[in-house]
């Protein structure tokens, strides 16, 4: 079974501090993504990745960036942590060929900035 | 603009019963819409995708129907469990520009009452 873990399940941070967050998947996987959650605005795509040391913009970049350095994992960052960047953050990976359309999820980080 | 949304934000209904749940999207020009079920404390999982060109496909106790006259998706339960109580997301793989992100519905709630 394909894992992807997140580095912390939940996260309490100030505003100001710079956070990061990892994700690691097990499965050779290109792709990599980022997502935040928020309730009523479902699933929104902060960054992805389809290869190492390469990163594309989702929809909602402003305020992250991100690294993928090896295959198997890809850092959120953020550099100047804001309240408004209080959600639960989710990691997701994805092959190629047949499974293109399935991406696999880890557990998700609940971050905190007060 | 593109936007996949739902017709009904929460579901509920008794365990044996089939569910419905509709998707409506605005975005023709889509490869494959794609089913996601996220549980409590968990993040998406891939249930099963159908390509542009069909109209029905069928897995292990759930159907899609997709009705490209009016835009229309919806994710058939059959005899529905407890465990099918979650957040179901629609999706849609766009065919021409950046296809490697995927366009996600905003989710609607399913509990299963016994």
């Known amino acids: 079974d394909v894992k992807v873990t997140q580095s912390s399940r939940y996260l309490v941070k100030r505003t100001g501090e710079k956070v990061f967050l990892e994700c690691v998947q097990d499965?050779?996987?290109?792709?990599m993504f980022w997502y935040r959650q928020d309730p009523g605005l479902g699933l929104r795509l902060i960054y992805f990745?389809?290869?190492?040391?390469?990163?594309e913009k989702g929809d909602i970049p402003e305020g992250y960036s991100v690294s993928r350095e090896k295959k198997e994992r890809f850092s959120l960052i953020l550099e100047s942590a804001s309240t408004n960047q209080t959600s639960m953050y989710l990691c997701?990976?994805?092959?190629?060929?047949?499974?293109?359309?399935?991406?696999?999820f880890g557990p998700g980080t609940r971050l905190t900035v007060l | 603009g593109e936007s996949v949304g739902l017709h009904l934000p929460t579901l509920s209904v008794q365990e044996g019963d089939n569910s419905i749940i509709n998707c409506a999207y605005s975005?023709?020009?889509?490869?494959?819409f794609i089913w996601y079920k996220q549980e409590s404390g968990k993040g998406p999982q891939f249930i099963i995708d159908?390509?542009?060109n069909m109209d029905k496909r069928q897995g292990q106790r759930v159907t899609v129907l997709l009705n490209k006259t009016v835009k229309h998706l919806s994710l058939q339960i059959a005899a529905t469990q407890p465990g099918d109580s979650a957040v179901y997301f629609c999706?849609?793989?766009?065919?021409?520009?950046?296809?490697?992100?995927?366009?996600w519905g905003l989710g609607t709630s399913l509990a299963v009452n016994p």
């Open positions: 499965m050779d996987h290109e792709n």
């Open positions: 999706a849609e793989k766009p065919h021409a520009g950046n296809n490697r992100k995927l366009i």
């Open positions: 975005n023709s020009a889509s490869d494959y």
């Open positions: 990745s389809y290869d190492v040391k390469m990163k």
């Open positions: 997701a990976s994805r092959g190629g060929g047949a499974s293109y359309n399935e991406q696999f």
């Open positions: 159908i390509r542009s």
